[in-house]
């Protein structure tokens, strides 16, 4: 009889106490409260004759039976009729108490398996693809200089193409994070690469803007879907003395993949050759180059994602204890060989599994056409993924939802705003030294004379130009103004930011020049001619890229490196809610020294700081997201909150942006404000540090 208890305790895993009978993970061996383990060759006598679901052979010898065993026995076969006549209500609560002791005795199990190799191989995997989403965010940036030129993008356009990649994003994270929580955490995560890589690789080839527009808006959709998925699926193989830590490495690869793009921009864009041309239409230039390697990341994640398994965790989550059973003892075997303890045994044999109440809704092959099917299920399972998001704002969870919502939206607004505004400010003192550098020239007298040089930065104003000759030449920032050109000859001639205002041209031949009619402002043509204008834009990569703009995302990526280490150090030591509020307020400050930002230089300086005091925040904000959530709801919470990160972003950057070379106070006040705002809020989360996870 001793032995039948021991047998049903050590089925059922009751929680007690916060510790299970029947599990003692120390010693690596699974023990069934004193008695002996449930070896098949420690069976005892009393259980002899017993199958595998606890029945009882014809004859056994029983005893007198216990009354609690009688009530178990009617618990265990009751369920399988009344199902279905229960209330809702009921089973929720009998699902939401076998998740609690899920969550405790997987907690349990995971200690066992222990922490090594298995978990390093994922973590690279799963880097690879963290690694592709930094790299997303900064190709945009390196690519609009030169894209705007061998696209004619005019400013609305290069706002857009900024900005899509950042819609792609919110919407991709929203999506495929929701649908993570019902398809499984692997599954997603290769759709997500696969939709990246194969646009990213694509968007280097397509030559018109509308098409290359749409695929880095599907790209950032792919991409944006599998940051939620890669914290939710990693979370779920880390034992909770090692989550906040690990979950904080793993954020460093983000930092690398800016650190990647910003050395491949540096190293790639400006070669002009590393390109090939087909005919007159078709250009391959080095940026397109450069689009194609920053896809190499994600396909290489993809490729590697193949040969891991699913999260146990989701598994049980929706009952397949088997393939979770066989995943959790694949981790185990691999981390003790590489222990060299191949020897020890994996003991658990038995893991609850949460009562299923949603039923996936199935029409037969008998009764339906294949896209009746389909479309039913796609139905059912976004119905289901819509419930996910509206249980994210149900009373237990809502207070946390909101707060959170405001920390990642006030920390998105102020990061990727100042992020965007550093470059432009930074291009902005470009200019403003550029044009302080102008030379002026007035009523100068040129007659029969050939220009076949370049000509940069300059105003002529009241000239006179007769019998001249512009051959083979280019124009870069020249304006000419209130001039005369009369019996002129312009031939080759490639131009940039060059404008002809209130002059008079007599007798003026124009010929293979991109010369176009809307450069010349309150102009008089008299008998001029233009042929064979030329087509499409022209670069010059020397000219066009300034290696400062690559410098300066590169160190501001690298800046992050010392938040990183800190903030893995010290997340389970100091907690979650205090890395948040500390990072944001120590970032806060740093916003306010921006005032003092007045040469490249200094603006360079500030952005390294304010980066590496803000990566910690954003560290604590990914772990916390991931605790404060049950596993069948994680990955949608995240790719909500994820998602309006992103919206934040999109506000930030045309917030910011608007107010370059107009006046620094708004961008820094609000930045400012936002840290602090969000940081004090952050103070009042729930510190989860403690907890397993649910």
């Not at 790639?268 to 896809?295: A, D, E, N, Q």
């Not at 981790?331 to 060989?337: E, G, I, L, S």
């Not at 944001?584 to 230089?601: D, K, Q, W, Y």
Request: proline share 3%.
């Amino acid at each position: 009889q001793g032995g039948r208890e021991a047998n049903q305790v050590s089925d059922d895993y009751r929680y007690q106490d916060g510790n299970y009978e029947g599990y003692a993970p120390n010693d690596g061996y699974y023990r069934g409260g004193d008695e002996p383990a449930h070896e098949e060759d420690a069976q005892s006598d009393v259980t002899e004759g017993h199958d595998e679901d606890d029945e009882v052979y014809e004859g056994e010898y029983q005893g007198i039976p216990h009354p609690d065993d009688i009530k178990e026995k009617q618990k265990k076969r009751a369920p399988a009729v009344a199902d279905e006549y229960r209330d809702r209500a009921d089973l929720m609560a009998e699902r939401m108490e076998d998740e609690e002791q899920l969550a405790h005795q997987y907690e349990n199990i995971i200690e066992e398996c222990g922490h090594g190799r298995f978990q390093w191989t994922l973590f690279f995997v799963l880097g690879l693809a963290l690694m592709a989403d930094g790299v997303e965010v900064f190709v945009v940036g390196f690519v609009l200089p030169s894209a705007e030129k061998d696209m004619c993008l005019s400013s609305s356009n290069k706002g857009m193409l900024g900005l899509i990649v950042y819609l792609g994003m919110m919407v991709g994270a929203v999506m495929l994070g929701g649908l993570a929580d019902k398809l499984g955490r692997k599954k997603c995560l290769i759709i997500s690469l696969a939709i990246n890589a194969a646009f990213a690789f694509l968007s280097s080839f397509v030559q018109g803007y509308g098409f290359f527009l749409f695929c880095r808006l599907i790209s950032g959709l792919g991409i944006g879907g599998s940051l939620p998925i890669v914290f939710a699926y990693f979370s779920e193989f880390l034992s909770r003395e090692k989550r906040g830590e690990h979950l904080s490495w793993l954020c460093m690869f983000w930092m690398i993949g800016g650190i990647f793009a910003s050395a491949m921009a540096w190293s790639i864009i400006p070669h002009y050759g590393w390109g090939f041309s087909m005919g007159t239409k078709y250009h391959f230039h080095s940026w397109r180059v450069f689009v194609l390697v920053c896809s190499l990341p994600c396909i290489a994640s993809l490729v590697a994602l193949k040969f891991m398994p699913e999260s146990p965790r989701f598994l049980l989550e929706i009952g397949k204890h088997d393939e979770a059973w066989m995943i959790l003892k694949q981790v185990h075997d691999t981390n003790m060989r590489a222990k060299g303890e191949p020897e020890r045994v994996f003991t658990v044999s038995y893991i609850k599994t949460p009562k299923q109440v949603d039923e996936f809704i199935e029409i037969q092959s008998s009764t339906g056409t294949w896209y009746q099917r389909w479309l039913v299920r796609i139905t059912t399972t976004f119905k289901q993924v819509w419930d996910n998001v509206l249980y994210c704002l149900t009373a237990q969870y809502r207070m946390n939802t909101l707060m959170l919502a405001v920390v990642w939206f006030t920390m998105a607004l102020s990061y990727y705003g100042l992020i965007v505004w550093f470059p432009d400010m930074i291009r902005y003192l470009q200019e403003e030294a550029y044009e302080s550098r102008v030379k002026i020239h007035n009523e100068e007298e040129v007659s029969h004379f050939t220009f076949n040089f370049t000509l940069e930065n300059q105003i002529h104003r009241n000239g006179e130009y007769r019998n001249d000759k512009f051959i083979g030449m280019k124009f870069k920032e020249v304006r000419f103004e209130d001039s005369l050109f009369e019996e002129c000859y312009f031939e080759d001639v490639t131009s940039s930011e060059t404008f002809f205002e209130n002059c008079t041209i007599i007798s003026t031949v124009f010929y293979n020049t991109d010369l176009y009619e809307h450069i010349f402002i309150n102009c008089r043509l008299i008998n001029s001619t233009f042929l064979k204008e030329k087509e499409g834009c022209h670069l010059d990569f020397e000219e066009e890229n300034d290696f400062l703009i690559y410098l300066v995302s590169f160190l501001g990526s690298l800046s992050v490196l010392p938040g990183n280490i800190i903030s893995a150090l010290l997340m389970d030591k100091i907690g979650r809610i205090r890395m948040i509020g500390g990072s944001m307020l120590i970032s806060a400050v740093c916003c306010f020294f921006l005032f003092f930002g007045n040469s490249e230089s200094a603006m360079i300086g500030w952005q390294c700081l304010f980066c590496g005091a803000s990566i910690a925040a954003w560290n604590a904000l990914d772990v916390i997201t991931v605790e404060l959530y049950p596993t069948d709801k994680r990955a949608t919470a995240f790719g909500i909150l994820n998602g309006l990160c992103k919206f934040g972003a999109i506000l930030g950057n045309s917030i910011f942006a608007s107010f370059v070379g107009i006046t620094k106070v708004v961008p820094i006040l609000l930045a400012s404000s936002a840290l602090v705002g969000g940081g004090l809020l952050a103070l009042r989360l729930p510190e989860t540090r403690e907890q397993v996870l649910m």
